[in-house]
């Protein structure tokens, strides 16, 4: 008899090994969420949805594919000069005073290029132009520079002058001559032309 009842008192104590898991104690006493046996568990869990960085897989979300933006090589041409304009005043003044003017600056946009040309002794019926060729001289035009103003210096007008290509010419070369009622004076870059190459690069677009 003192066997059954310790053997029933032994099976009133123990304890379900499934159920063993039922009470977690936190740290400050109180008991968390239970977890029950296995076959309910499958009925009364409930799970969080999933962060965007779980549901991705392989760039794959759950509201689709994911979609690359279309891209592609894009050509690229501007034209690069291979020349060099005077350093400093003194030889912006020195060429003026050698040649009767000279190229001060220059820009490049697309096919067009622009430039500032000053002109020493300034006349009324001065005549400014540039002759430009697309293939080394082969042909060529003339473009008429234009006056703006008053000089930037004492003995010197400024002239501006664009030229521009219908399409991007491999190289063009471009001189100065300035034509006055007695006489006609260059600057083609001290004998070397002011060239300009058409450069190409690649660049990835939309």
């Known amino acids: 008899m003192g066997n059954a009842n310790g053997q029933k008192k ?3 104590e123990e304890e379900d090994p499934d159920e063993k898991q039922a009470m977690i104690i936190g740290t400050n006493g109180t008991t ?27 760039g794959h979300t759950e509201s689709g594919p994911a979609v690359l933006p279309h891209t592609s090589q894009i050509q690229l041409s501007k034209y690069v000069a291979k020349f060099q304009l005077p350093t400093s005043a003194s030889d912006l003044v020195r060429r003026v005073q050698d040649q009767g003017l000279t190229l001060k600056e ?5 096919h067009k290029i622009q430039g500032t040309i000053i002109v020493n002794d300034s006349e009324p019926d ?5 002759r430009w060729s697309e293939n080394n001289w082969i042909t060529y035009r003339e473009t008429p520079a234009v006056p703006v103003g008053d000089s930037t210096e004492d003995v010197s007008d400024t002239f501006t002058f664009a030229i521009e290509s ?17 006489a006609a004076y260059w600057d083609n870059n001290l004998g070397q ?3 300009f190459e058409a450069m190409t690069s690649s660049v990835w677009g939309p």
């Open 10 to 12: 032994f099976k009133e």
């Open 32 to 58: 968390s969420e239970s977890w029950s046996s296995p076959a309910k568990r499958n009925s009364q869990t409930k799970y969080a949805p999933l962060s965007d960085v779980e549901q991705a897989d392989n």
């Open 106 to 110: 220059v820009t490049t946009a697309g």
């Open 126 to 130: 001065m005549e400014v132009v540039v």
């Open 166 to 182: 219908e399409e991007m010419a491999p190289s063009i070369k471009f001189a100065l001559r300035c034509n006055t009622e007695g």
């Open 193 to 195: 032309d002011y060239c």
